[in-house]
T-cell receptor, first 115, second 114 residues
Framework: AQSVAQPEDQVNVAEGNPLTVKCTYS??????LFWYVQYPNRGLQFLLK??????LVKGSYGFEAEFNKSQTSFHLKKPSALVSDSALYFC?????????????FGKGTSLLVTP | DGGITQSPKYLFRKEGQNVTLSCEQN?????MYWYRQDPGQGLRLIYY???????QKGDIAEGYSVSREKKESFPLTVTSAQKNPTAFYLC?????????????FGPGTRLTVT
């Protein structure tokens, strides 16, 4: 099965500094990768996806992600963090047809941006 | 949270009672999904539906049931057979199954069973 791993439970960064939230993947075939953000007691909001093409994907709210095939990684990045970016971030990979192309999620990384 | 609504936002039930969580979408999406979220475990797939009157079990379907009588509705019933039902439940939908399309999520229902 396709899977992703988020090695960090929490990431702390000061406002204005660059942030990185890490994700590695394990797939057979081409990976279809996604990043979502979740604010407390809310649903997930889509940030960006990688299907094919450029390894640097730009998404919502100034976020971007870098796809690295050799390292099987899809790290989420932002050049300058905001306090309002504090939330729970999920990396996900699309599963195969035998699960209706549902998403397999990582366990999530809590991002805390301090003033 | 797009055009997906879930109700209620909070739900409290006594152990042994069945409870039904509502999920409605006005996005004209074919596929709908139910996920369960527990702290530190990410999201896990309960059931999914590709078309009306058809649905399939996901990874953790035991103790749950669903129906898909209308394209826009995909209610989830948590039965008394579910051993640990307290969790945050998220409904999602997408345009097409085989397309590389992101899923849109509802705001979720937090179920507490005591």
């Amino acid at each position: 099965a396709q899977s992703v791993a988020q090695p960090e439970d929490q990431v702390n960064v000061a406002e204005g500094n660059p942030l990185t939230v890490k994700c590695t993947y394990s797939v057979s075939g081409n990976p279809y990768l996604f990043w979502y953000v979740q604010y407390p007691n809310r649903g997930l909001q889509f940030l960006l996806k990688y299907i094919t093409g450029d390894n640097l994907v730009k998404g919502s709210y100034g976020f971007e992600a870098e796809f690295n095939k050799s390292q099987t990684s899809f790290h989420l990045k932002k050049p300058s963090a905001l306090v309002s970016d504090s939330a729970l971030y999920f990396c996900a990979v699309r599963d195969g047809g035998n699960s209706g192309y549902a998403l397999n999620f990582g366990k999530g990384t809590s991002l805390l941006v301090t003033p | 949270d797009g055009g997906i609504t879930q109700s209620p936002k909070y739900l409290f039930r006594k152990e042994g009672q069945n409870v039904t969580l509502s999920c409605e979408q006005n996005l004209n999406h074919d596929a709908m999904y139910w996920y369960r979220q527990d702290p530190g475990q990410g999201l896990r797939l309960i059931y999914y539906s590709q078309i009306v009157n058809d649905f399939q079990k996901g990874d953790i379907a035991e103790g749950y049931s669903v129906s898909r009588e209308k394209k826009e509705s995909f209610p989830l019933t948590v039965t008394s057979a579910q051993k640990n039902p307290t969790a945050f439940y998220l409904c999602a939908s997408s345009i097409a199954l085989a397309g590389i399309i992101e899923q849109y999520f509802g705001p979720g229902t937090r179920l507490t069973v005591t």
